[in-house]
T-cell receptor, first 115, second 109 residues
Framework: GAGVSQSPSNKVTEKGKDVELRCDPI?????LYWYRQSLGQGLEFLIY????????KSGLPSDRFSAERTGGSVSTLTIQRTQQEDSAVYLC?????????????FGPGTRLTVL | GIQVEQSPPDLILQEGANSTLRCNFS?????LQWFHQNPWGQLINLFY???GTKQNGRLSATTVATERYSLLYISSSQTTDSGVYFC???????????FGTGTRLQVFP
């Protein structure tokens, strides 16, 4: 079956603009995660969804970052008033149950460049 | 928070050689996964291995949970094995993976 998909694959934006990144998890997976990978910080967790609820938002770096998930499926990560330090690859992952007993599968990522 | 350390940070091999990558973690974990990040940035699942030993072709992994480490073995390496290998752990009572800093592997013909 299809894996995790993300769009766009690349996004270049100007400082101060808002951006939306999309993730389509594997069908039937109840858990969805956002991570980001940057040169200085490595791979870091941002937010976790179980269904449409986000019980763990602890990794969101500032209140400019938000995310939602609808219908227990698609998720959107929104970054408002982008800054240059937001430049990174944003990765989405999904897992069947999200209780630590199963594998997280990652999408190809969205490379965000803030000029 | 939990610390995840990987060694070595860099590894250069000739095709056909074997290698062992190590992941140490500082607390008990619910989940441990090994990933290969290919040159295009895709994270590919290798193993879900919170404990025990698993094998998949030329790759195998062992996690000794009581001693808080995991090993990834690559045998008869190929140029396509090049990339960065990440270990990631999920501590108890959390729902997130904590990644190590990775081992960058380069395999030359």
């Amino acid at each position: 079956g299809a894996g995790v998909s993300q769009s766009p694959s690349n996004k270049v934006t100007e400082k101060g603009k808002d951006v939306e990144l999309r993730c389509d998890p594997i069908s039937g997976h109840t858990a969805l995660y956002w991570y980001r990978q940057s040169l200085g910080q490595g791979l870091e967790f941002l937010i976790y969804f179980q269904g449409n609820s986000a019980p763990d938002k602890s990794g969101l770096p500032s209140d400019r970052f938000s995310a939602e998930r609808t219908g227990g499926s698609v998720s959107t990560l929104t970054i408002q008033r982008t800054q240059q330090e937001d430049s990174a690859v944003y990765l989405c992952a999904s897992s069947l149950q999200g209780d630590g007993t199963d594998t997280q599968y990652f999408g190809p990522g969205t490379r965000l460049t803030v000029l | 928070g939990i610390q995840v350390e990987q060694s070595p940070p860099d590894l250069i091999l000739q095709e056909g050689a074997n290698s062992t990558l190590r992941c140490n973690f500082s607390d008990s974990v619910n989940n441990l996964q090994w990933f290969h990040q290919n040159p295009w940035g895709q994270l590919i699942n290798l193993f879900y291995i919170p404990s025990g030993t698993k094998q998949n072709g030329r790759l195998s992994a062992t996690t000794v949970a009581t001693e808080r480490y995991s090993l990834l073995y690559i045998s008869s390496s190929q140029t396509t094995d090049s990339g960065v290998y990440f270990c990631a752990v999920e501590p108890y009572n959390t729902d997130k993976l904590i990644f190590g800093t990775g081992t960058r592997l380069q395999v030359f013909p």
